[in-house]
């Protein structure tokens, strides 16, 4: 008896992407962190925090995961990209019905689920991907 006996792998399939332009509910389930700062964020290549969520697309389980990027609004935005950033956190957050107030760690957010509308690209890199086109934020 090996160590791979309850492991049927007739069975699995090469994750895809998913058709685009289509309504899918989405589970956070990682945060990309980097326990050195002080909020648990990592930093990007201009020393500004952001919020990389992985998303897994729910009731698919051959489909592809993806991320999407959120640059945190700062100090050192002019009041345009300020707003863009704050607005694109906010409509991400209600579309999972996350309180900011109530997110002490960035992995508070794992398990979390929402509705975005996803879209479809091809990268030379990785094939077909889906990203978010917009979240769907409950009424």
Do not use: C, H
Not at 25 to 39: E, F, G, Q, R
């Amino acid at each position: 008896m090996g160590f791979l006996d309850d492991a049927n792998l007739d069975d699995v399939q090469e994750p895809t992407a998913v058709p685009g332009d289509s309504e899918y509910k989405l589970m956070i389930v990682d945060v990309k962190t980097d326990p050195s700062t002080a909020n648990g964020l990592p930093v990007n290549k201009n020393g500004d925090s952001y919020l990389l969520p992985r998303f897994e697309i729910v009731g698919e389980p051959a489909a592809k995961e993806l991320t999407r990027y959120f640059g945190l609004p700062n100090a050192g935005m002019n009041d345009k990209q300020r707003n863009s950033a704050g607005w694109q956190l906010k409509q991400f957050l209600n579309a999972f019905d996350l309180d900011p107030n109530q997110l002490a760690d960035p992995n508070d957010l794992v398990g979390a689920e929402g509705w975005a509308i996803l879209g479809l690209e091809e990268s030379d890199q990785w094939g077909e991907q889906n990203f978010v086109k917009k979240f769907i934020v409950p009424k």
